[in-house]
C-alpha cells in the first residue's frame, strides 16, 4: 500500500482525496518508481478542482512530472536503485502521475537524473523550468544573442515566465520582465539581479526591466489599487510523505 491523491468524478464533478492505494491498481508499466518529489503546476490544479478538461482516464492520479528511484524494472535499460525524472508522456491525464508515493511507467519515458542534482532539486526545475529553457534555446537556434535587443516575457510571475526570466538575464538578454500583478516587481528585480540582468522597464503598465528603477515609481502609482490581484508564482518541490500548502509550494501524497 502507498499513498496518493486520486482523483474520481462523480457526475460532472471531480472529488479529490488523499488516501491508501493498493499496488494492484496501478496502470501497466514495466518499471515501479518509488516518488521522492513531484511539482503542481497549473495544469495540475486545474485536473484536482476540475475545472479544466485535463484528465482523460477515470481514476486519476495528477502530477505531470516526479522524480525518484527505481525499485523493480522490467526494463533491460534500467535497474532498480537508478534515479530517474519523468515529464510530460500524458502523467496526470492519460496516465497516474506524480503526486502519489509510487508510480508504474513505460521505462521509455525514464531519463536518468544527472549525479550533480538531488530529486528535489530535479522538481525545483520542474516542468515549468524544462519548459522555459526549451523556450530559450528556441530563441538561440533563431539566431537571437544578447545586444540584439530586448527580450519580452509575458505572464513573468508564473512558473515557466520566472524562470524564463532568470535564464535569460543569465544569458546576457535585456529581459522585458511583463506581469499584470504589481506586488510581485521585486520579485521579478531579485531575479534579474541575482542573473545580472540589465533588464529596463517597459513604458506599459504592468510590465517591469528586471533591475529598473522606474519599477519602483510604478509600484507606487498601481500597489494602492483595490482591485489588484494576487498571483501564483512558480512551483516548489512536493515530498512525497509530507504534508505542505506553503505560498508557492506543492502539495505532496501524504506518508504512509
Not at 533563431?142 to 513573468?156: F, K, M, S
Request: charged letters at 20%; glycine letters at 14%; one cysteine or more.
Amino acid at each position: 500500500m502507498f499513498n496518493a491523491i486520486v482523483l474520481t468524478q462523480e457526475g460532472k464533478a471531480t472529488k479529490a482525496e488523499l488516501r491508501p492505494v493498493d499496488e494492484k491498481e496501478l496502470p501497466s508499466g514495466d518499471v515501479d518508481v518509488a516518488v521522492e518529489y513531484s511539482t503542481i503546476n497549473y495544469k495540475d490544479a486545474l485536473a484536482i478542482t476540475g475545472r479544466g478538461a485535463i484528465v482523460k482516464k477515470w481514476p486519476m492520479v495528477p502530477g505531470i512530472d516526479l522524480a525518484g528511484r527505481i525499485e523493480t524494472s522490467g526494463s533491460p535499460d534500467w535497474k532498480a536503485g537508478d534515479r530517474v525524472v519523468v515529464t510530460g508522456w500524458g502523467l496526470g491525464e492519460t496516465t497516474w502521475g506524480g503526486l502519489s508515493q509510487k508510480a508504474r511507467l513505460d521505462s521509455r519515458w525514464l531519463l536518468a537524473l544527472p549525479e550533480a542534482y538531488s530529486a528535489r532539486q530535479a522538481m525545483a526545475v520542474g516542468t515549468a523550468g524544462f519548459t522555459a529553457a526549451l523556450c530559450a534555446r528556441a530563441l538561440e537556434r533563431h539566431g537571437l544573442e544578447p545586444g540584439d535587443g530586448e527580450v519580452l516575457v509575458t505572464g513573468a510571475a508564473g512558473g515557466v515566465g520566472s524562470i524564463a526570466v532568470a535564464i535569460l538575464a543569465g544569458m546576457g538578454h535585456t529581459v522585458v520582465a511583463s506581469t499584470g500583478r504589481p506586488t510581485e516587481i521585486e520579485y521579478l528585480e531579485g531575479l534579474g539581479r541575482r542573473a545580472s540582468s540589465t533588464a529596463r522597464a517597459s513604458p506599459r503598465r504592468s510590465a517591469c526591466g528586471a533591475s529598473s528603477t522606474a519599477c519602483s515609481a510604478r509600484r507606487a502609482r498601481t500597489s494602492a489599487g483595490p482591485s489588484t490581484p494576487g498571483w501564483r508564482g512558480g512551483s516548489r518541490p512536493a515530498r512525497s510523505g509530507r504534508a505542505s500548502s506553503a505560498g508557492r509550494g506543492s502539495a505532496p501524497a501524504g506518508s504512509s
